[in-house]
């Protein structure tokens, strides 16, 4: 696959050689950000736009620190909600102006499409930093990193889903991902929050069938990595529908302990809610905070790719 130039707008796109080289790329920056040599100074002069229309605060700073490290420089829309696009301006309107003005452009926005919609348009590179409950590639490819980082290897892992997996847009894009590794998928839902259809069979084209659980502790057993999410609250309908699942599979130390290989590790992409207890956190197996740093890495691989 082409990286330099290209939209980043769903997983979909890359192929395992893709992958690799994005992975390879992120361990170069990783060692760039301890010794401060080779990259210094790469994107010098390139300028990225941060649009962001739903809250963030990982993926945005981790952005937007991926940008400075490598001597680029960020601008922003404060306020966004005030914007043209408050006006009635079309997104893809939006796109071509600020194309006009910066190099490349990382968006978030509440609704599936919107950044391709934006992206339509634009003549510089514009990065899906998630829209609505479709996609959030960037995210997925810091938990493939981190999962190889932890591992030396993708392959011959076993992984378990568990929570929303029907609006949690990272576990689609992940799933995307994964299709491409030989790997057993495990999802833990309740019913009515399981994998969506398309992304299931788009996954289910590699033959590997993904087994489904309603009881964590099944989900979990002898799995290598155990990949909790949130209930969006966000995307459901009301808030008593939202109350029916919230609190459905909670991880705590006694649990954790009982039930989880020794080697296993626990990712999230952040914010937990009340998923994983506190108490989780001095226990071996919590990897969350591990794979929040590694955004930075990754997200330098992939400007700098694009860019150069
Ligand atoms: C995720 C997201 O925005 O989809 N967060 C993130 O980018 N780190 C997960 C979530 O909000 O639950």
Do not use: W
Request: net charge neutral.
């Amino acid at each position: 696959m082409k990286f330099t130039g290209s939209h980043i707008l769903e997983a979909k796109q890359f192929d395992r050689k893709g992958i690799e080289e994005l992975l390879k790329r992120a361990t170069e920056m990783d060692d760039f950000l301890i010794e401060k040599k080779d990259f210094a100074g790469l994107l010098a002069g390139k300028v990225m736009a941060s649009l962001f229309y739903e809250p963030s605060t990982r993926t945005r700073l981790s952005f937007e620190t991926a940008m400075l490290r490598l001597g680029g420089t960020v601008t922003t829309a404060a306020n966004i909600e005030m914007s043209s696009l408050k006006k009635g301006e079309t997104l893809s309107d939006t796109g071509k102006v600020i194309s006009s003005y910066v190099d490349v452009i990382v968006m978030r926005h509440p609704q599936n499409g919107s950044v391709a919609q934006l992206a339509s348009k634009a003549s510089v590179p514009v990065i899906n930093a998630g829209d609505g409950a479709n996609q959030h590639p960037t995210q997925a490819l810091l938990d493939l990193y981190t999962i190889q980082k932890k591992f030396g290897s993708i392959d011959g892992k076993t992984i378990t889903l568990v929570g929303d997996l029907k609006y949690g847009r990272t576990v689609h894009s992940l799933l995307e991902y994964l299709k491409h590794f030989k790997v057993s998928v495990r999802a833990v839902s309740p019913k009515a929050l399981c994998i969506p259809d398309e992304v299931l069979s788009h996954f289910e084209e590699s033959g590997v069938k993904v087994e489904c659980f309603e009881n964590l502790a099944e989900g979990v057993n002898g799995a290598d990595v155990v990949y909790m999410t949130r209930i969006q609250e966000e995307r459901f309908e009301n808030t008593n529908e939202y109350l029916k699942y919230k609190g459905v599979y909670v991880l705590n130390a006694d649990f954790v302990k009982k039930t989880f290989n020794k080697n296993a590790i626990i990712l999230h992409p952040l914010p937990r809610i009340d998923e994983i207890a506190g108490d989780v956190d001095d226990l071996s197996q919590a990897y969350y905070f591990e794979q929040v740093r590694n955004g930075v890495p990754v997200r330098m691989a992939l400007l700098s790719m694009i860019l150069c």
